[in-house]
């Protein structure tokens, strides 16, 4: 079948690279034009596991095509995904100038049949916005075209996302026209030959639904790490109470991990939109507002830990020190550094007058991207290089690589011989028994 895809960021790519690995003819188009470049040249702009040979070999096999040309894309496209972003605006909702944007493009182009696929996470109501985009374009042209528009949410995870796409466990499709969802069923068939994994539903619901899921994902973070701030203070370690509770089914043993906090282009984006739904529908969502002061609060929480280690409040102890940071990424295994916890991180040992060495396996280039040239950040190479004349060591990132590092070389490595741990890494007794101080998120004795 044929599809276009407006948008090649992780869901237009990733989604484009899965629809052509099963056999069908992708159009992806973006405005931006060195991305597809880079594209058409072998060059896939983020790090995906699996991703980037499954693109080059769709794209020699001419199933997955780039361009900036939003007519030839549409001219292709029997159906016509719209995977572009959706920040948040001032107040938190969501900017839904880019799917507006597409919506108008496709309505300007569109001149045979189509489902039109919204991908993005939108607030409820936007497809019908959408709709009326498109549907405005084609009056203002004096033609009819028949088109249908569809949502369906993508839940694919960064770090996992191929496999996600490849395998989903789900595929919500809201629509209102059962030859829509016929047409969407015959589009996915090859990624649930097992099991049928349709979940069909009204346009509204499923717009919710993807906020449902984001938001639930987010609260389980946050309720950890409300749970790890109590555990500091009533001396109690939150890795044995996750221990305890993981193995309910009911509560059940993922993201429950206490830390720094939840970061990336979703969670915090997605959270923010949905209570700004709900106020603007004369609700006010205590949680989800509760959800995100938490995360927030987390976000500072390792340097809190770092003041209370030099100075117990003052910035003076911190100020000329030399922090070893592991891990830019928002979560392992993706390059994507978007409202992740280590910014926080640095943002504030900068403001006290420390400087850091930084490492990350995947997101350096992104690091270097956003921080440029400073005399207060070193990017390494390695982790090992991080630590070269650091006196402190601050794990951001729960790469694998960082899971079991030499204790005793760190000792020796770290002028002051101390670690903050902001995911739980380590066995604290194991690194005090190297001679290292050591501060957890949430492990009794860190306040
Ligand atoms: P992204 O920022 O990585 O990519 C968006 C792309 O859209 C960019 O390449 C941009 O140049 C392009 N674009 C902007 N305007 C365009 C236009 N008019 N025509 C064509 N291309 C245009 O975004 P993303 O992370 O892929 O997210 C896209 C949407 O999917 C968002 O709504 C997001 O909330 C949702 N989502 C993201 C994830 C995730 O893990 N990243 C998961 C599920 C859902």
Same mark, same amino acid.
């Given at each position: 079948?044929?599809?276009?895809?407006?948008?090649?960021?992780?869901?237009?790519?990733?989604?484009?690279?899965?629809?052509?690995?099963?056999?069908?003819?992708?159009?992806?188009?973006?405005?931006?034009?060195?991305?597809?470049?880079?594209?058409?040249?072998?060059?896939?702009?983020?790090?995906?596991? /699996?991703? %980037?040979?499954? +693109? =080059? @070999?769709?794209? #020699? $096999?001419?199933?997955?095509?780039?361009?900036?040309?939003? *007519?030839?894309?549409?001219?292709?496209?029997?159906?016509?995904?719209?995977?572009?972003?959706?920040?948040?605006?001032?107040?938190?909702?969501?900017?839904?100038?880019?799917?507006?944007?597409?919506?108008?493009?496709?309505?300007?182009?569109?001149?045979?049949?189509?489902?039109?696929?919204?991908?993005?996470?939108?607030?409820? /109501?936007? %497809?019908?916005? +959408? =709709? @009326?985009?498109? #549907? $405005?374009?084609?009056?203002?042209?004096?033609?009819?075209? *028949?088109?249908?528009?569809?949502?369906?949410?993508?839940?694919?995870?960064?770090?996992?996302?191929?496999?996600?796409?490849?395998?989903?466990?789900?595929?919500?499709?809201?629509?209102?026209?059962?030859?829509?969802?016929?047409?969407?069923?015959?589009?996915?068939?090859?990624?649930?030959?097992?099991?049928?994994?349709?979940?069909?539903?009204?346009?509204?619901?499923?717009?919710?639904?993807?906020?449902?899921?984001?938001?639930?994902?987010?609260?389980?973070?946050?309720?950890?790490?409300?749970?790890?701030?109590?555990?500091?203070?009533?001396?109690?370690?939150?890795?044995?109470?996750?221990?305890?509770?993981?193995?309910?089914?009911?509560?059940?043993?993922?993201?429950?991990?206490?830390?720094?906090?939840?970061?990336?282009?979703?969670?915090?984006?997605?959270?923010?939109?949905?209570?700004?739904?709900?106020?603007?529908?004369?609700?006010?969502?205590?949680?989800?507002?509760?959800?995100?002061?938490?995360?927030?609060?987390?976000?500072?929480?390792?340097?809190?830990?770092?003041?209370?280690?030099?100075?117990?409040?003052?910035?003076?102890?911190?100020?000329?020190?030399?922090?070893?940071?592991?891990?830019?990424?928002?979560?392992?295994?993706?390059?994507?550094?978007?409202?992740?916890?280590?910014?926080?991180?640095?943002?504030?040992?900068?403001?006290?007058?420390?400087?850091?060495?930084?490492?990350?396996?995947?997101?350096?280039?992104?690091?270097?991207?956003?921080?440029?040239?400073?005399?207060?950040?070193?990017?390494?190479?390695?982790?090992?290089?991080?630590?070269?004349?650091?006196?402190?060591?601050?794990?951001?990132?729960?790469?694998?690589?960082?899971?079991?590092?030499?204790?005793?070389?760190?000792?020796?490595?770290?002028?002051?011989?101390?670690?903050?741990?902001?995911?739980?890494?380590?066995?604290?007794?194991?690194?005090?028994?190297?001679?290292?101080?050591?501060?957890?998120?949430?492990?009794?004795?860190?306040?």
């Amino acid at each position: 079948m044929r599809v276009a895809i407006f948008g090649t960021g992780y869901v237009g790519l990733v989604t484009g690279a899965c629809l052509a690995e099963v056999g069908h003819e992708v159009v992806c188009v973006d405005v931006d034009a060195a991305k597809v470049d880079g594209l058409n040249n072998g060059v896939v702009p983020i790090y995906e596991p /699996g991703l %980037a040979p499954m +693109v =080059r @070999a769709s794209h #020699a $096999a001419g199933r997955l095509r780039f361009t900036t040309d939003a *007519a030839a894309a549409m001219a292709h496209g029997e159906f016509v995904f719209i995977a572009v972003g959706t920040p948040p605006d001032e107040d938190g909702s969501a900017d839904l100038r880019y799917v507006l944007a597409v919506a108008r493009t496709i309505g300007r182009h569109l001149e045979r049949p189509a489902v039109v696929v919204g991908k993005s996470t939108v607030p409820v /109501g936007t %497809a019908d916005k +959408v =709709r @009326a985009a498109i #549907a $405005a374009e084609l009056e203002a042209r004096g033609v009819e075209v *028949a088109f249908d528009v569809v949502s369906n949410p993508e839940f694919l995870k960064e770090g996992d996302a191929v496999a996600d796409c490849m395998r989903p466990d789900r595929i919500v499709v809201g629509a209102d026209n059962p030859a829509a969802v016929a047409r969407m069923r015959r589009l996915y068939a090859p990624f649930h030959r097992n099991r049928d994994r349709f979940v069909v539903m009204d346009v509204r619901s499923a717009e919710l639904t993807k906020y449902a899921a984001n938001a639930m994902l987010a609260t389980k973070i946050s309720f950890m790490n409300e749970i790890a701030n109590i555990a500091e203070r009533v001396g109690a370690d939150v890795e044995a109470v996750r221990q305890g509770i993981g193995s309910d089914p009911r509560i059940g043993w993922h993201f429950i991990y206490p830390g720094a906090g939840y970061g990336g282009s979703c969670f915090p984006k997605d959270v923010q939109a949905l209570a700004r739904t709900a106020r603007q529908h004369g609700h006010g969502a205590q949680l989800l507002e509760a959800v995100e002061a938490v995360n927030d609060r987390q976000k500072g929480h390792l340097f809190e830990l770092v003041q209370h280690h030099y100075d117990r409040g003052e910035d003076e102890g911190v100020r000329g020190k030399v922090f070893a940071v592991w891990g830019l990424a928002f979560k392992p295994n993706t390059d994507d550094m978007r409202e992740a916890s280590s910014r926080r991180l640095l943002a504030q040992l900068w403001e006290a007058g420390a400087s850091v060495r930084a490492y990350d396996p995947e997101a350096m280039d992104e690091a270097r991207r956003i921080y440029g040239e400073r005399d207060d950040l070193v990017l390494c190479g390695s982790a090992q290089a991080a630590l070269e004349g650091a006196d402190a060591l601050a794990v951001v990132t729960e790469w694998k690589e960082f899971r079991s590092p030499d204790f005793a070389r760190l000792q020796a490595a770290l002028g002051d011989a101390v670690v903050f741990d902001g995911r739980n890494l380590y066995e604290p007794d194991e690194v005090e028994a190297a001679g290292l101080a050591y501060y957890g998120v949430g492990r009794g004795r860190s306040v």
